[in-house]
Every structure is written in structure tokens, then in C-alpha cells.
């Protein structure tokens, strides 16, 4: 009779097989249609695992630009953005070295500060 090796693998939270789940969610702008410079707005994202969870803004043909991170609190994760130029943003969020879904999110003057703001 034989000995069974039996294998286990454990993964710390936030490393490897951590990835976020879905697009990352702005809310619905007080405009409804798009989100405003100079505004406030909370963006949070579904994720797998917890753990470090940072947040990127990219432009079209540029580098992607660092938001902000946030540690996720359960399955979400949430930051605040304030769009700082017009134009569409892709917007993802990375877990675990993996990037997630990307959300097109279009900017136009914002009108206003903080969550007093819209944008026409």
C-alpha cells in the first residue's frame, strides 16, 4: 500500500487568481449623460479577492494615468475621481497584476464643485 501526497496551495489575498470582475461603476452623473470636470465622483469596481486594488484613467493613443488605489472591502473596491480633462476616459481598475474590463466614461466641462456639479 502506498502513501498519497496530497499538495496544497495557499494564496495570500490579493495575489495570483486576484482579478477585478466587471467594469468599473461611476455612478450615474447628476446629468445622467455624461460626468464633468472639476466633479466628484465615487468609482468603485467588483472584485474576487481582497486586497490592493488600483485604479487607471487612459486616453486614447496616451499612457495610462494612476487614479488611485483602494484596499477592497469585501467584493468592492471604491475611490474618488475627479475628471480633470474633457474627452473620453478609459477607465480600469488591476488586481493581482491583471487588468479588468474598461469603461468608457465621457467628460465634458463641469459646472460647479465637488458633488454640487454637473456637466452639459
Not at 494564496?11 to 468599473?24: D, N, Q, Y
Request: net charge positive; charged share 15%; hydrophobic share 40%.
Amino acid at each position: 500500500m502506498g502513501l498519497a501526497t496530497i499538495g496544497l496551495s495557499i494564496v495570500p489575498p490579493g495575489s495570483a487568481g486576484a482579478v477585478p470582475v466587471g467594469k468599473i461603476d461611476a455612478g450615474v452623473p447628476f446629468s445622467s449623460v455624461v460626468y464633468g470636470t472639476g466633479c466628484l465622483y465615487n468609482l468603485t469596481v467588483d472584485v474576487n479577492a481582497s486586497g490592493p486594488v488600483t485604479f487607471w484613467e487612459r486616453r486614447q493613443g496616451y499612457p495610462e494615468r494612476f487614479i488611485g488605489a483602494a484596499r477592497a472591502d469585501g467584493a468592492i473596491a471604491t475611490i474618488r475621481w475627479v475628471p480633470r480633462r474633457i474627452g473620453d476616459r478609459l477607465l480600469y481598475a488591476k488586481q493581482g497584476g491583471v487588468r479588468g474590463p474598461v469603461a468608457v466614461m465621457r467628460v465634458h466641462q463641469g459646472y460647479g464643485s465637488g458633488w454640487a456639479c454637473f456637466a452639459l
